[in-house]
């Protein structure tokens, strides 16, 4: 049985739909940002806090566990700039909790989700694992934190893990019936959809004057269900013993700026957009490409799904608009 912490999230709720057809799942969301109904009705869900020992004892108590999946965690890096406590709390303090039960409980497979934001301002066009780590914002900060504690664990307690550094998650289910929702929402490719769909007046293109070909940031797009793959794998690979501390990249290896993003939605909904020009965003590097050689060279993944399908998938769920 596996634990999924997080699992009513964005990317916990569609790893969670690919892997109750694998294993048997018990999801731990306390649903601040979570949706109890994008949890697929197979697992089971303990509406609970990761920072509670209760009601992690509980759970390891309760059932089998032998992996943690940690998706749980704050994830907008303007919001961490302005209230650092409540990601050191919340991605540190609390993971932490959990490791710690984790260990009692005699747990020692985690896989947990990092993040792009690790590397920085990175001065390499294509990031891959060996390229150094410089957060600039308290978020990359909470998320290398906790790949710190893991390499320690590892050596110390022989923790076995998988940290994913996942550059930008987009798109949605292929059955439409999960996806990217979020309040207030701050991405690039939910935002477009909302304004093709009316529900917004514009979009606001966040910086034109960047070191980049048309002068907008450039970020790899990788689709939530190549993600979701990508922790089977990783999944399989640890409990197999094939791997015991590792990290990945997970990319497309493919750099579109905001303005490409923005035609390429155009292009695949047949919808024209309102864009306007607007000042740089704070912390946002000019852009983020990643190698995923690695896991592909050692795991057998790399993305199957391109910007177009990010889009078209994204696209038939905000239509629908569910959870
Ligand atoms: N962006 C933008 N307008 C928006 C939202 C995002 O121009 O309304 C830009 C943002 O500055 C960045 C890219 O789109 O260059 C992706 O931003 P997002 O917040 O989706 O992901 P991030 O790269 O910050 O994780």
Redesign the pocket.
């Known amino acids: 049985m596996i634990l999924v912490v997080g699992g009513a999230g964005y990317i916990g709720s569609h790893l969670v739909k690919e892997l109750v057809e694998k294993d048997e799942v018990v999801v731990l969301d306390n649903l601040s940002t979570g949706h109890r109904e994008a949890v697929d009705d197979q697992a089971i869900f303990v509406k609970g806090d990761l920072g509670n020992e209760e009601d992690l004892d509980m759970i390891f108590h309760s059932y089998p566990i032998k992996a943690v999946m940690h998706f749980a965690a704050n994830s907008l ?1 303007g919001e961490s700039v302005v209230d650092p406590m409540k990601y050191y709390q919340n991605n540190v303090a609390s993971t932490l909790t959990l490791l710690k039960v984790m260990m009692k409980h005699n747990v020692k497979n985690f896989i947990f989700s990092s993040t ?2 690790t590397y920085g301002i990175p001065n390499v066009n294509i990031i891959d694992e060996a390229t150094p780590t410089a957060p600039i914002n308290p978020y990359g900060h909470s998320k290398l934190m906790i790949e710190q504690i893991l390499a320690d664990f590892s050596k110390a307690y022989d923790l076995h893990y998988v940290v994913l550094r996942y550059f ?1 998650a ?1 798109g949605a289910h292929e059955s439409a019936v999960i996806g990217e929702s979020h309040d207030p929402e ?4 939910p ?1 477009i959809l909302q304004q093709l769909l009316g529900q917004r007046e514009k ?5 034109s004057d960047y070191d980049t070909e048309d002068g ?2 450039i ?1 790899d797009y990788i689709h939530v269900t190549d993600l979701a793959s990508a922790h089977i794998l990783a999944l399989e690979a640890l409990l197999s013993e094939k791997k015991s501390a590792e990290i990945y990249n997970l990319g497309n290896g493919l750099g579109y700026s ?1 303005k490409e ?1 923005i035609e390429t939605c155009e292009r695949v909904t047949g919808v024209k957009s309102n864009v306007e020009m ?1 000042d ?2 704070a912390g ?1 590097p000019a852009r ?1 490409v990643a190698s995923s050689d690695k896991i592909y060279n050692e795991l057998g993944w790399k993305a199957e799904r391109n910007l177009e399908r990010i889009i078209a998938d994204a696209w038939n769920w905000h239509q629908e608009q569910r959870y």
């Open positions: 890096v792009a934001a930008n987009a701050t991405h690039l490719i935002i979009i606001s293109v966040f910086g907008t940031c970020r905001v993003v607007a740089r965003r946002d983020l």
